[in-house]
């Protein structure tokens, strides 16, 4: 089992900046990737970016790439979002998850364990 803790997350101005941590306990294997989603307002929730617990290989979603930097602490447990240059769409429940598996994945259905999300507000 994994426990997966998100903080963070608040109200901040366009163009601003905002990071969050997810903070995981259990077991999280070398073979683990960890992953941001996020949900906007009345939509579905998407993919925002990945990381390897072993290794660091990194991959984002076209809307966030150059502008969120996912990193992660293996010493602490923890991933990390910083998020800059913020937009208004950028507003959204953002969700930690974790996965074990042979190849990488963007998918909801193949992330068994998920935080409880925190919410990040981008006003214009």
């Known amino acids: 089992q994994v426990q997966l803790v998100e903080s963070g997350g608040g109200l901040v101005q366009a163009g601003g900046s905002l990071s969050l941590s997810c903070a995981a306990s259990g077991r999280i294997s070398s073979g683990s990737e960890m992953a941001w989603f996020r949900q906007p307002p009345g939509k579905e929730r998407e993919f925002v970016a990945r990381i390897y617990w072993s290794g660091g290989t990194t991959y984002y979603a076209d809307s966030v790439k150059g502008r969120f930097t996912i990193s992660r602490d293996n010493t602490k447990n923890t991933v990390y979002l910083q998020m800059s240059s913020l937009k208004p769409e950028d507003t959204a429940v953002y969700y930690c998850?974790?996965?074990?598996?042979?190849?990488?994945?963007?998918?909801?259905?193949?992330?068994?364990?998920w935080g409880q999300g925190t919410q990040v507000t981008v006003s214009s």
């Open positions: 998850a974790v996965r074990t598996g042979l190849w990488p994945s963007t998918a909801i259905r193949d992330y068994p364990y």
